[in-house]
């Protein structure tokens, strides 16, 4: 009586929890806002229907060993919920995608696919999550009816989290690795994949740290034998009320920034979920040990992420599985993951649905020989078909070759090669509000670009692009930073120096300067800076027609110079007429030397209007006991200085003819961008479709040239002036032509051959004669010649006789073969 009240209070919980659970369900979907997908109108979660007739055998029926296996696993099921009736049922025996019933381990197959990018777990796992679209759960408590194949996952690239979790866990098998798909309980945003309060991971690496700046005491270096600084007259109250306003001070915006912290959380905590701990997810778990593992870590198979046991995101495991067992958890997971113990050979932690023996029990069988208990039942082999993964699908890698995510602030999209016509592969958009509508800052990765453009920064606020590229550049560039394409506007380009004949290594321009920087230069020029003046109003600038006002180069220190010869920086002053130098330091000087040079006046004809004089230069020597610089020397030094300014003005206009050509060349490829086909991609290479093309063709016309050639009515035709059709005398005078020219060739290679015979008959006696006459007369040597050219033309002789009588033979066979060949010719047959 007692047990049937329990019964039926038990019974009035679960109807009570069913509406319950009715009703969360519905506000699980107003506060989400997703629209799940009934599993009567998409059973499988995707579109195409499965044709029963292309699946194996045994995706259809079941072995008689699997038949055994679903009756141990209900047996289990029903003891498990009669002793755990509170626990939800478990997930044994799945129907696949052809109704049959199939037990969860077989439906793993372990398979290492070939290819290197997914030998490792982490590019395995990514590439899955990226590749597969997830179907989420409905009811999102409750486990999926179905669970299908890996190989029809592949092919239709959508399914729930246990379906993707099956084929990861069967790849990691096939690489190495200690994996189980382990169904428990997860967290609302893990379990629907809502990534849009998490930071984007192309943003995380990036993180400022903003470390302060240290005081000029700390920085001061402390000598033993330095001179004491001089006493500071100062209050050390006043000292003491500063530190303790600054102390206040720092106190009052740590507290402001807390606030401001915590309030930024409370707008970006999530609603409170009404199914806490009470969704169900599918993941996967590695023990250590194999492939160099040293921890147990979690896989989320929907974004390819691992994890500690003890995140927060994981609330509780119900079982795990792998392709020889499976495992029901027995242990609390009222505090999460953290402290749950995966030594799956402890009955009171885990309890398996077969029987499995460990490593040291049957060491101790082996040793005992023959046992009389039965041997355990082993899993039967996998129902699923062999894993298989284009090399095109590797590549495209997402469903439709693209797939966007949004992040916190942030949203990452992804592009397959070769998709787009400008080689786009990733972009990420920065915002600077939650809602996302304010844009920061668009970055955008490139590959197989033909101008070698790698990334592209695009600064909303300033609008500044930045864009970098990769060595190899045709323009030598490594960056570009820009506000506009336009010439003479703000820009700075970095190049690769080694690339550059010049050792250019950056340029920076502005509407009035232009500062390029060297390295590596053999004249020891570092940087040119170069001054514009200002050009008349009203008057417009040629291109490469800026007037110059002042240029100032720098260099490195010549060793092999003194230092008062070694020029450290020249100024020419255009707008003034005159020259500045100024030579390097010497070690016990303050002062470096200085000279200044007044150029003399030219005339337009190119004439010197004024002859040069002492008066010109102005110098400053450190050593007052030095002799000055001689005249001749001084009037040396301002020519080389004169033809120096020139060289530098054609050197400037150069410059300013590349930042042109460079904008243009630019705005030319960003205009109509081409992508870098390797040789080895048939696929995409259209020179090397085209050679093949060509190939193709030409031996099909030189097959046709070959067959025109072997016509062998073409000569006999040709007599009766190759008419189209032939009547019947016609047809038959060329059959009769043919076969009597047939005849005589045999009639005549039968001549040939005996001609032959004869020719070495007659040699063969005449020699014997001579060797009769002078046998008595004969060395020895003449003799051996003799005897070998005997038996040379003897075995020559019985040659020619097997051709001859083989040629009898064969003659009457190839006689009647062209006749049948001439007689089966579509233009003789109708008469024949």
């Not at 170069?530 to 180069?553: C, D, H, M, N």
């Not at 060349?665 to 048939?682: A, G, H, K, V």
Request: charged share 30%; proline share 6%.
């Amino acid at each position: 009586m007692e047990i049937l009240l329990e019964e039926k209070e038990d019974e009035g919980r679960d109807t009570e929890q069913k509406e319950l659970i009715h009703q969360e369900l519905l506000e699980v979907e107003k506060t989400v806002n997703i629209n799940i997908t009934s599993p009567e109108d998409t059973p499988f979660g995707w579109t195409k229907p499965v044709n029963l007739s292309e699946c194996p055998s045994s995706y259809q029926h079941n072995s008689p060993q699997e038949k055994q296996l679903l009756v141990i696993a209900d047996n289990f099921s029903s003891q498990y919920s009669h002793i755990f009736p509170n626990r939800k049922p478990l997930f044994l025996c799945p129907l696949n995608e052809c109704g049959v019933k199939k037990f969860v381990s077989t439906s793993l197959r372990s398979t290492m696919l070939p290819y290197s990018g997914l030998y490792d777990w982490d590019n395995c796992a990514s590439f899955v999550a990226d590749h597969l679209v997830v179907q989420a759960l409905d009811p999102p408590i409750e486990p999926p009816r179905r669970l299908i194949s890996p190989t029809l996952l592949l092919q239709t690239q959508t399914g729930t989290c246990f379906d993707i979790s099956g084929l990861l866990c069967s790849l990691l098998l096939g690489a190495g690795y200690d994996a189980y798909c382990v169904t428990g309980y997860a967290v609302r945003e893990m379990c629907l994949l809502d990534q849009s309060r998490e930071e984007c991971p192309l943003l995380v690496g990036e993180v400022q740290v903003k470390v302060e700046g240290t005081s000029a005491e700390d920085e001061r270096q402390v000598r033993r034998y330095a001179v004491k600084p001089p006493r500071e007259l100062r209050s050390n109250f006043e000292r003491a009320q500063q530190d303790l306003k600054q102390q206040e001070a720092r106190a009052e915006l740590l507290r402001r920034q807390q606030e401001a912290q915590r309030l930024q959380e409370e707008l970006e905590r999530p609603p409170p979920d009404p199914l806490q701990g009470q969704m169900l997810h599918c993941w996967v778990l590695v023990l250590a040990g194999k492939r160099e593992i040293r921890d147990h870590f979690f896989i989320d198979p929907l974004t390819g992420k691992s994890y500690a046991l003890g995140d927060k995101s994981f609330l509780g495991v119900e079982a795990l599985w792998n392709q020889h067992n499976y495992w029901v958890n027995m242990q609390d997971c009222c505090h999460g993951c953290s402290d749950m113990e995966y030594n799956l050979g402890d009955t009171t932690m885990w309890e398996s649905v077969l029987f499995t023996v460990t490593e040291k029990e049957e060491e101790e069988e082996e040793e005992e020989g023959w046992s009389e208990e039965p041997k355990p039942f082993e899993m039967p082999r996998s129902w699923v078909d062999t894993i298989t993964l284009s090399k095109q699908d590797l590549e495209r890698r997402w469903p439709g070759g693209s797939r966007s995510t949004q992040y916190r602030k942030a949203k990452l999209e992804r592009f397959a090669p070769y998709l787009l016509p400008d080689g786009l592969v990733t972009r990420l958009t920065t915002y600077t509000d939650l809602e996302c509508e304010e844009v920061d800052v668009v970055r955008e990765w490139y590959q197989n670009r033909l101008d070698h453009l790698e990334e592209r920064e695009l600064q909303r606020a300033s609008s500044v692009t930045v864009e970098r590229f990769s060595p190899g550049c045709k323009l030598k560039l490594k960056t570009h930073s820009y506000v506009s394409l336009a010439p003479g506007t703000e820009r700075r380009m970095d190049f690769h120096s080694k690339a550059c004949p010049d050792g250019l290594l950056r340029r920076a321009e502005s509407p009035g300067q232009m500062e390029e920087t060297f390295d590596h230069r053999d004249d020891l020029l570092y940087s040119r800076h170069v001054f514009y003046a200002r050009s008349p109003e009203g008057g417009s600038e040629e291109p490469g027609g800026r007037p110059l006002e002042r240029v100032v180069e720098r260099f490195h220190r010549d060793a092999a110079k003194a230092p008062r010869e070694d020029v450290a920086e020249r100024v020419f002053l255009f707008a003034e007429g005159s020259v500045e130098v100024t030579f390097h330091l010497e070690d016990d000087r303050i002062i470096p030397v200085r000279r200044s040079f007044v150029k003399p006046r030219v005339l337009p004809d190119g004439q010197r209007a004024e002859s040069w004089r002492p008066g010109m230069v102005t110098s400053y020597q450190g050593d007052p006991h030095e002799d000055p610089p001689k005249n001749v020397y001084l009037y040396e030094m301002l020519t080389a200085l004169m033809e120096e300014e020139e060289k530098v003005a054609l050197q400037i206009k150069h410059s300013e003819t590349q930042v042109r050509e460079i904008l243009a060349t630019r705005e030319r490829e960003e205009r109509n961008p081409e992508l870098r086909i390797s040789i080895y991609d048939t696929a995409r290479n259209e020179k090397v479709q085209r050679y093949r093309e060509d190939m193709i063709r030409a031996q099909e016309e030189s097959q046709k040239q070959v067959k025109k050639e072997i016509d062998l009515l073409a000569p006999f035709l040709a007599r009766l002036g190759d008419p189209q059709v032939l009547s019947p005398q016609q047809a038959e005078r060329v059959l009769e032509d043919c076969l009597a020219n047939q005849r005589m060739r045999m009639i005549e290679q039968d001549k040939i051959l005996q001609a032959r015979y004869e020719k070495e008959t007659r040699a063969l006696q005449h020699e014997q004669q001579l060797y009769q006459i002078n046998q008595l007369n004969m060395s020895k040597e003449e003799e051996e010649r003799y005897h070998a050219f005997c038996s040379e033309t003897v075995f020559k002789i019985g040659v020619i006789k097997q051709r001859q009588s083989r040629h009898k033979e064969i003659t009457p066979q190839k006689h009647l073969a062209l006749k049948e060949k001439l007689i089966r010719d579509p233009r003789l047959a109708p008469h024949l």
